[in-house]
């Protein structure tokens, strides 16, 4: 069961990095270069706990959907998303959220399981995994720029 965890220190405000991260909007806008949107449940603003939200992206050219619920949430600090359905075998992913002086510590461990056996475990060894690292690397460079730059603003309306 592969595990990526990447940690990303943000010039910001642990609630704003906390909103930002759970922003279907900022979601939507990180992942543009497979064409993600939000189609079913919570499509957009933020999402709380017991939410769902159902994506439709285009991942290695075919087009996928997948359902996340938020599971848990303790504000601002933790949440995790999980799949509830979609092409995984699973998908639980926690988002962690610590002040460090002036800065969030954001961290996050995404933690899923590929089905198809063998054949399933090879492909991620081969190109899954380090897909998903860059996909969550991209959110979160975007997710810090807005961060830091106040434009997160523009999607949470505050400042």
Known sequence: MPLIELTTNMQAEIDICFD???????????TAGTE???IGGVTCGLIGLGETV????THFGI???LTSKITAYERPFHFRDEQVQGPFAYIRHDHFFKTVGNST?????????VPYGIF???????L???YLRRLLEERNRIVKDYAECGRFMELLGTG
Do not use: M, P
């Open 63 to 65: 087009r996928q959907r």
């Open 20 to 30: 930002l991260s759970r922003s279907i909007d900022l979601h939507c806008i990180s």
């Open 36 to 38: 993600e949107k939000a």
């Open 128 to 130: 899954l995994n380090n």
């Open 54 to 57: 159902t994506w439709q992206a």
């Open 105 to 113: 510590l954001v961290t996050d461990h995404f933690d899923y399981d």
């Open 120 to 126: 399933g475990r090879s492909f991620d060894r081969l």
